[in-house]
T-cell receptor
Framework: AQSVAQPEDQVNVAEGNPLTVKCTYS??????LFWYVQYPNRGLQFLLK??????LVKGSYGFEAEFNKSQTSFHLKKPSALVSDSALYFC??????????????FGAGTTVTVRA | NAGVTQTPKFQVLKTGQSMTLQCAQD?????MYWYRQDPGMGLRLIYY???????DKGEVPNGYNVSRLNKREFSLRLESAAPSQTSVYFC????????????????FGDGTRLSIL
């Protein structure tokens, strides 16, 4: 079985401050990990993924995420948040040794609000 | 460069009515998916189609049927709508496993907002 937890329903930061959105995962094998962002009335947009290699992954719009195997975490980070980063963020995982390679498991989502 | 297109964008149904949600992608992806999004629950997979001609159940298939009409199109049907099916429905597509691209991200449409009274 595979699952994802996003422990914070909401994250509020001031513009220009660092932004962190937390994600922990559970898989029986090794994970493929993804972050998506959703703006109001839109579908999910891919931000970045971890497959293998460097633990620090860089993605779109200045976002990055750090894979930590010992803590089973994949936190999303941005050094300096913008008001336009306000959105709903989803972490997702797929177990690379799972029987069904097509299924992504999504977290419940974290609403990020960046105040000017 | 449309990506994944869903129709309609909004729909209101009465309990017991039937409806088909349409989805088409122009990225030549083999795999397509239907999700529902409910507050505080993330996205849950209803059905997916690994390739043209195949469909499989996801986490929450009850009350739904799907048709993979061709490589581009994947429709979701509610035969007898129930209030519990009020949700936002998303279609997605991705590269297929048999090309060694199981780690490729899924591309999403903008959703269909469905209310059942």
């Amino acid at each position: 079985a595979q699952s994802v937890a996003q422990p914070e329903d909401q994250v509020n930061v001031a513009e220009g401050n660092p932004l962190t959105v937390k994600c922990t995962y559970s898989v029986s094998g090794n994970p493929y990990l993804f972050w998506y962002v959703q703006y109001p009335n839109r579908g999910l947009q891919f931000l970045l993924k971890y497959i293998t290699g460097d633990n620090l992954v860089k993605g779109s719009y200045g976002f990055e995420a750090e894979f930590n195997k010992s803590q089973t975490s994949f936190h999303l980070k941005k050094p300096s948040a913008l008001v336009s980063d306000s959105a709903l963020y989803f972490c997702a995982v797929r177990d690379i040794r799972g029987r069904d390679d097509y299924k992504l498991s999504f977290g419940a989502g974290t609403t990020v609000t960046v105040r000017a | 460069n449309a990506g994944v297109t869903q129709t309609p964008k909004f729909q209101v149904l009465k309990t017991g009515q039937s409806m088909t949600l349409q989805c088409a992608q122009d990225m030549n992806h083999n795999s397509m998916y239907w999700y529902r999004q409910d507050p505080g629950m993330g996205l849950r997979l209803i059905y997916y189609s690994a390739s043209e001609g195949t469909t499989d159940k996801g986490e929450v298939p009850n009350g739904y049927n799907v048709s993979r009409l061709n490589k581009r199109e994947f429709s979701l049907r509610l035969e007898s709508a129930a209030p519990s099916q009020t949700s936002v429905y998303f279609c997605a597509s991705s590269e297929a496993r048999n090309r060694g691209r199981v780690n490729q991200p899924q591309h999403f449409g903008d959703g269909t907002r469905l209310s059942i009274l």
